[in-house]
């Protein structure tokens, strides 16, 4: 959990009052920090020691529930979330190419963000939509039948659009 | 409870309900192999080794997870099973780097030591690596996580047993590993090094670093930690005649990281070796005959000159009960004076006095395991998870893991503040106000236990008319807390039947300390909340010894068992059985000795084991008194600031070197055992004075060691059969449980029954803040440093890795003055100037500042004075700070 890109204008004061407003209830561990995640996009590392002592838990504790979820995030995540698939599907398709590809475009590496936030390149195991493939999702949109040129495209246009 | 039956490998065999199948196969001795099982720990079946199969119904059952039911019928070795159990082990190999031939571990290694018995070499797979090895700076425990099997035990140990809760598991899958949080090295983390996590590690994955000795000893010995005064069981693993490891006794949960790590001292190459004789102002080498010569004939000397109320015999919490016990003899009977004290004395005496005149009972009133299964735990005035790591784990486990709570009375955010639930910092020297006022609110909203009240104590209305002065709306101001927190915390102590309180020297050593134990204990008594089950009063005892050194009557007003000295019939006694006469008055102390300011009215002073230049305040009026002596005999380990005074010094042996006894300080005997011979040259304390009284003419009439003990139990009233060491390393827990409280019930019938409330007046400080001084200083002690540090500073890892004293300054006072962390300053009381480093505390409210004990010098800013009651404590608290100008 690098704390380099944390932003500095995390307000704190804003989680102190989700906190307030979840330390009553019954399990208010998982909810309580997908809610920090919901306004924030992330859960700041700094917030955690301070979860931690409303909730009588352990920091560490509360990093092992955090980091045991692969829909909770520790660092900001990039405007656009591009997802390549890993899939065996996918794989003997040319899946890896295409993750090849994608990396050198956005000069990211896999569960990395760009320093400009604009980015967030993740892997998954399957996509779901094998009959596509090779597969890739670009903030929840679907796009298949990849292939280096279509890659390009997509990557360039997502960037024309910002 | 309803027993159970299972079939387990085809024979019928019972257990109790809610018992593992591992549990009633380990009492029927059939083997499972376990891994991350641990009777102290909650079972959590991570590592999967100690499968069963279920021959009703085919599945595999981890065992350690898996309670008994009935009719079970269980195989824990068909072939299934040892197939499956195999592949786990293999797998474990396969992730395993291949460094068993370099590993520290050795044959200690469990995952080594199951691979053995399944007969696996070679896994067969191929290997796959995992994480690097963490980078540690610490001296005391090293990761390297790519050993680890994840079996949890480092993460449960952490979080149950010593409730640090430093690490947890980080991500998942095949990346999971323990760790702490922001996955940073140990030393910043929450771990106090306690060692725990070390001993229970199947695998290398946690090592001790920097350790003497790589390997596997054969020799282990169990004793007592020689540290403080909780008195921890060890086991001293030996190898060469060396203690190489430390680790906890069985039946003892866990160390701290004095008791873990600071054994080094014992092979110090500062250790005495020979007995050393000052002639014409420096020392020399001589043997024992000529050095026990010379001290026998210097006591003699003086005492014949200026007759035996000139000499003077110090004991001391580092030596055992039988030591402290003959070194009172030794002072009575052969010297013949009644000057007889010990370090710890002071605060014993103001603890005695007011839990004496109040509860009637004198020191703890109950045991560790109650406190731990109190429901609401109060403490004031101490930081036990630093000066009592084994009351501090308790406190923490009645409140992580059984949900009791806590009420912090302490300034400083210490360890506890974590877990409190309420939590006071009162204003400086406000305690007795805070502590006065909750009792007015038990009163007054008819929070007591009348039927308590009414047929234990007396002097309640007497208290409840003088409490009327302390209602919490008028005291919040002075003391710096809303009046209904004041209040709050107040009913959270009375309504609970199973109330305890614990408290320290943050609330003794003031000004108002005799006043501030007796307002607790009458919080106590209002309640109903003295002894029993679930309640009790702990006063915080540092050092080891502390309260067997009293109890033997290495002290100027009693004998042994606190037995008035004054008392005719009770000198009496002792003077039938040693056949002499004993001095009738009670004697001075050393405080009263050294720190009058008068000439000091000795002429000679057999001082074992104790530093008073190092730990009575105003050392230099110390050292004027020590010079001024015709002669002084001092015995210890090692040439001590006081040392350097003496004509004649004798080299003691170790608690490792010796036999005898320690007391907690909840009243246990703990059982030292010679782990190795004494070191060359040096002769444990008991042996030095039976030498020195032979060499005086008068020998006092024991041949050995068990004599003294039987002596102990027949004249030492809560001493009573305590000497049973022969089954003592074999006992049974249980067993010993039920002697302790065996004899807990004969301590209180002893008593006539009745407590006493005392109304406790403030008194007026001499030294208040004013603009002059404007800063209230703490002393604290830290963890790794123990008292004045004479053995503490002989631990090489110990001192290494706690090396910085610096004065610790709140945020907004560091503002205020423009200082930065690292920056030099003075601090200045009336009496001295201390030069330092500051550091910015986040523990500090704002006006108050803090300095280790130990910090060479720090004494020198107090001096001591006494409260009405004749306990004394040290004064003043308040200083002020001066930027020190680096251009001057
Ligand atoms: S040494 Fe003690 S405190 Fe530190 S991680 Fe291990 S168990 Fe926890
Ligand atoms: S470090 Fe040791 S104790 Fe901790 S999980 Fe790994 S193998 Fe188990
Ligand atoms: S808690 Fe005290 S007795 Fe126990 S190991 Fe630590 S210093 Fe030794
Ligand atoms: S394998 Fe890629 S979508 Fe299923
Ligand atoms: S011992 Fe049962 S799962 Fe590890």
């Known amino acids: 959990m690098s704390e380099a890109k944390e932003t500095p204008e995390i307000n704190m004061g804003r989680i102190k009052e989700i906190i307030e407003s979840y330390r009553h209830q019954r399990w208010p561990l998982i909810p309580l920090v997908q809610q920090i995640q919901e306004e924030f996009g992330f859960i700041p590392p700094r917030s955690i020691p301070v979860i931690a002592e409303a909730l009588n838990l352990f920091p560490s504790e509360v990093q092992g529930v955090v980091s045991f979820y692969e829909q909770l995030y520790t660092e900001p995540r990039g405007r656009n979330i591009v997802r390549v698939c890993r899939g065996t599907a996918c794989h003997v398709r040319g899946g890896k190419t295409v993750l090849k590809l994608v990396k050198q475009q956005l000069n990211l590496g896999e569960n990395q963000t760009s320093d400009d936030l604009e980015y967030t390149l993740e892997t998954v195991a399957c996509l779901g939509v094998c009959a596509l493939s090779p597969g890739m999702v670009i903030n929840n949109q679907v796009y298949g039948h990849m292939n280096p040129k279509k890659v390009k495209q997509l990557l360039r246009r997502e960037e024309g659009e910002e | ?888």
Not at chain 2, 15 to 36: D, F, H, K, N, Q
Not at chain 2, 403 to 413: D, T
Request: proline residues 6%; hydrophobic residues 35%.
């Open chain 2, 1 to 888: 409870m309803q027993p159970v039956t299972i079939t387990l490998n085809q024979r019928e065999v019972s257990g109790r309900s809610g018992m593992t199948v591992l549990e009633i196969a380990r009492e029927a001795g059939v083997y499972i192999p376990t891994i991350c099982d641990d009777p102290c720990l909650e079972p959590v079946g991570a590592c999967r080794l100690c499968l069963v199969e279920n021959e009703n119904t085919g599945a595999l059952l981890a065992s350690c997870v898996t309670a008994a039911t009935p009719g079970m019928v269980i195989n824990t070795h068909s072939s299934r099973v040892q197939e499956h159990r195999k592949n786990i082990v293999s797998l474990m190999l396969a992730s395993h780097p291949d460094a068993c031939l370099v590993c520290d571990k050795g044959n200690r290694c469990r995952l080594h030591q199951v691979a053995a018995e399944m007969g696996i070499g070679e896994p067969g797979l191929e290997k796959i690596s995992r994480h690097a090895a963490v980078e540690e700076l610490n001296p005391f425990i090293v990761r390297d996580t790519a050993k680890c099997i994840l079996c949890g035990k480092c993460i449960r140990a952490c979080r149950e047993i010593v409730v640090e809760g430093a690490l947890d598991y980080y991500y998942r899958g095949f990346a999971a590993r323990p760790a702490t949080f922001n996955d940073s090295p140990l030393e910043h983390s929450e771990c106090t090094f306690c060692g725990l996590c070390l001993s229970l590690c199947p695998t290398g994955a946690l090592m001790e670093s920097e350790n003497p000795y790589r390997g596997t000893t054969s020799e282990a010995v169990q004793s007592t930690c020689s540290f403080c005064g909780c008195g921890c069981s060890v086991s001293l693993e030996i190898k060469d005649r060396q203690v190489v490891r430390v680790l906890p006794a069985p039946g003892q949960l866990a160390l701290c990281v004095r008791g873990s790590f600071g054994y080094e001292y014992i092979h110090s190459r500062d250790r005495l070796t020979r007995p050393l004789v000052k002639k014409n102002g420096t020392f020399e080498e001589v043997s024992w005959t000529e050095a026990l010569a010379a001290a026998g004939e210097g006591l003699q000397r003086a005492g014949e000159k200026h007759g035996p109320g000139a000499l003077a015999v110090f004991g001391s919490s580092r030596c055992t009960n039988e030591e402290n016990y003959l070194l009172q003899r030794f002072a009575r009977t052969v010297l013949g004076t009644g000057h007889v004290d010990n370090g710890s004395s002071l605060y014993n005496l103001a603890i005695r006095r007011s839990l004496g005149e109040t509860t009637g009972f004198f020191t703890t009133s109950n045991f560790l395991e109650t406190l731990e299964n109190a429901d609401l735990i109060l403490v004031a005035g101490t930081d036990p998870t630093v000066t009592a790591p084994q009351v501090g784990y308790a406190i923490k486990r009645a409140v992580h893991n059984r949900k009791a709570k806590m009420i912090l009375i302490e300034p400083r955010r210490t360890r506890l503040a974590f877990f409190a639930h309420q939590w006071l910092r009162p204003l400086p020297e406000s305690d007795l106000l805070l502590l006065n006022s909750m009792g007015r609110a038990v009163i007054e909203e008819g929070l007591l236990n009348r039927e308590y009240v009414s047929r234990q104590t007396e002097g309640f209305e007497d208290l409840s008319d003088f409490l009327r002065e302390f209602p919490p709306e008028k005291m919040q101001e002075a003391v710096g807390i809303p009046a209904e927190e004041i209040r709050s915390a107040a009913r959270l102590y009375a309504g609970s039947t199973r109330s305890v309180i614990v408290f320290g020297s943050g609330v003794t050593d003031t000004i108002n300390g005799t006043g501030n134990i007796m307002a607790l204990a009458n919080l106590a008594l209002l309640t109903g909340n003295v002894w029993g089950s679930g309640c009790g009063i702990y006063p915080i005892q540092k050092a080891n010894n502390a309260q067997g050194a009293c109890e033997m009557g290495s002290l100027p007003d009693a004998l042994p068992g606190y037995q008035p000295v004054e008392q005719e019939e009770t000198r009496k006694k002792f003077e039938d059985l040693w056949e002499r006469k004993i001095p009738a008055e009670r004697g001075l102390s050393a405080m009263e000795a050294f720190n009058s300011g008068r000439e000091i009215p000795w002429k000679a002073v057999y001082m074992v084991g104790e530093n008073p230049v190092a730990c009575l305040p105003r050392p230099q009026l110390t050292e004027e008194a020590l010079s001024s002596l015709d002669f002084l005999v001092v015995q210890d380990l090692f040439l001590t600031k006081t040392a350097q005074f003496a004509d004649v010094v004798l080299p003691a042996s170790s608690f490792a070197e010796k036999e005898g006894s320690f007391t907690s300080f909840e009243g246990k005997i703990g059982w030292l055992q010679r782990a190795i011979p004494p070191l060359e040259g040096s002769l444990p304390d008991w042996e030095i004075v039976l030498q020195l009284a032979k060499e005086m003419g008068d020998p006092l009439p024991y041949s050995s060691l068990s004599q003294v003990m039987k002596e102990i139990e027949e004249f030492v009233p809560l001493y009573e059969s305590y000497y049973r060491p022969d089954d003592y390393f074999a006992r049974e827990l249980e067993k010993e449980w039920s002697y302790w409280e065996e004899r807990h019930h004969r301590v209180f019938q002893s008593m006539d029954g009745f407590s006493r409330f005392s109304p406790p007046r403030p008194r007026t400080p001499y030294f208040q803040k004013d603009g002059e001084y404007p800063y209230y200083l703490i002393l604290e002690a830290p963890l790794a440093y123990f008292g004045s540090g004479t053995r503490s500073g002989k631990s090489r890892r110990l001192r290494s890795f706690y090396p910085r004293e610096v004065l610790k300054i709140s945020a907004d006072d560091a503002a205020e003055l423009s200082l930065n962390s690292g920056e030099r300053v003075k601090v200045v009381s009336p009496f001295a100037r201390l030069e330092t480093v500051v550091e910015i505390s986040e523990a500090l409210p704002a006006g108050t500042l803090s300095l280790p004990i130990s910090f060479p010098g720090v004494l020198d800013l107090f001096r001591i004075t006494r409260d009405d009651r004749r306990s004394p404590s040290l004064e003043p608290f308040y200083v002020k700070l001066e930027r020190v100008n680096l251009d001057e």
